[in-house]
């Protein structure tokens, strides 16, 4: 009756320790560190950063949570705003402007990403919308619907679908039908966003379900119109426990971070699953390099705080782990829930920490 258990505990004692050897197998790289990079005028400071981006010209975007969101009394709903702010900083940190003061979105940050036209996208898990900002910081586009106290669309009778996501795993398709009051039209009903990006085409991807209903990645067209959807809750191939993160390579194949799952799967541009590859512990946020070889980034957080395990894996998108850099902690290359890295330049990184309230620019040294 007890060799089993013995068994058991050995089997387990055996798989942590080849887990563990594994990580420490993979090679450390030497890097430096900016921990001060952010210069803000008095009295303005940046809290838990959502993300953080920069573009062609070097000009850094931090999203960042900055306190409460407050509440307005309408005469129907309420509107909550302003627990988040986007700066805008100049290449050497130096604060030039906000932008999007007041912006009804603006509730908890949680992702940024600037696009290859320098457009500036924030992404906000309270508000369930992502927006575009042009260069010259005007609303250009907005995806998804704030949650509302009441319907503001009536039920329509049409074809049959997934509810505010219009049509199922691959193709267009409406769902008028099964969509409740004030959810919009198919694709607009985000729950928890949690990141975008791009193909080459301008299409858009965005992991939707950070721990939310849906749990699925969201593709449309660059002026926002739905094309497709896929993924539901589970462990499956193409099954998601949190889409946190998104990218996309050159060749147009989507990677997605399965942040409960502790993996990444791909997919091709419609959806159909290709792989996946763990190894990466629990991936926080993905960064795609863009150069003739293209890696990905991973921040991996072990524990709820980041305070205990932590780290930045650099990738082959056939999910080999070429090596490792900085750990859990405050100091400077240290981390602490770095959810957002900018990786325009493959060794000259930006990390966006939650609990440490900063952006750290990172230099890595010989280059793999």
């Known amino acids: 009756m007890t060799s089993r258990p013995k068994a058991l505990v050995a089997v387990a004692a055996l798989a942590m320790a080849t887990s563990v050897a594994a990580q420490m197998s993979v090679p450390e790289i030497p890097f430096d560190s900016n921990a001060d990079l952010l210069k803000t005028p008095l009295d303005t400071y940046v809290g838990e950063v959502g993300g953080v ?28 705003r302003n627990g988040s702010r986007l700066f805008q900083f100049d290449k050497t940190g130096k604060f030039v ?18 696009d290859p036209q320098d457009n500036v996208w924030t992404v906000d898990e309270a508000a369930n919308q992502v927006v575009k900002f042009d260069p010259e910081g005007n609303i250009a586009l907005v995806l998804g619907r704030k949650p509302e106290a009441i319907g503001v669309r009536p039920r329509e009778a049409g074809p049959g ?3 505010g996501g219009g049509g199922g795993g691959g193709g267009r398709g409406g769902a008028a039908a099964n ?12 729950s928890r966003p949690a990141d975008v990006a791009w193909d080459k085409e301008g299409n858009i991807y965005i992991a939707d379900g950070a721990g939310g209903n849906n749990n699925r990645v969201l593709k449309l067209d660059k002026e926002g119109r739905f094309i497709r959807h896929w993924g539901q809750t589970g462990n499956g191939n193409g099954q998601f426990n949190g889409v946190k993160s998104v990218a996309v390579d050159a060749q147009g194949d989507v990677y997605a971070a399965d942040i409960g799952n502790k993996r990444i799967q791909v997919f091709d541009a419609d959806g159909n699953y290709k792989s996946q590859f763990a190894g990466i512990g629990t991936p926080l946020t993905l ?5 003739p070889t293209q890696y990905l980034y991973v921040s991996h957080a072990g524990d709820p705080d980041g305070m205990d395990d932590a780290t930045i894996y650099k990738v082959r998108l056939d999910g080999t782990v070429v090596g490792r850099f900085g750990s859990a902690g405050k100091l400077p290359k240290e981390f602490s829930l770095a ?20 952006v750290q620019k990172v230099t890595l040294k010989g280059g793999r």
């Open 179 to 190: 969509r409740p009051p004030g959810s919009g039209v198919p694709g607009s009903g985000l």
């Open 339 to 358: 959810n957002s890295i900018d990786c325009r330049n493959e060794n000259e990184l930006l990390i966006g920490e939650m609990a440490n309230w900063r």
């Open 161 to 163: 679908g997934g509810p």
């Open 53 to 80: 981006g920069q573009n062609s010209m070097g000009q850094i975007f931090v999203y960042t949570r900055t306190g409460h969101p407050y509440g307005t009394i309408g005469d129907n709903r309420t509107f909550a």
């Open 287 to 291: 960064c795609m390099t863009t150069g």
């Open 97 to 114: 402007r906000e932008i999007g003061q007041q912006v009804y979105g603006f509730n908890a940050a949680v992702g940024l990403r600037v």
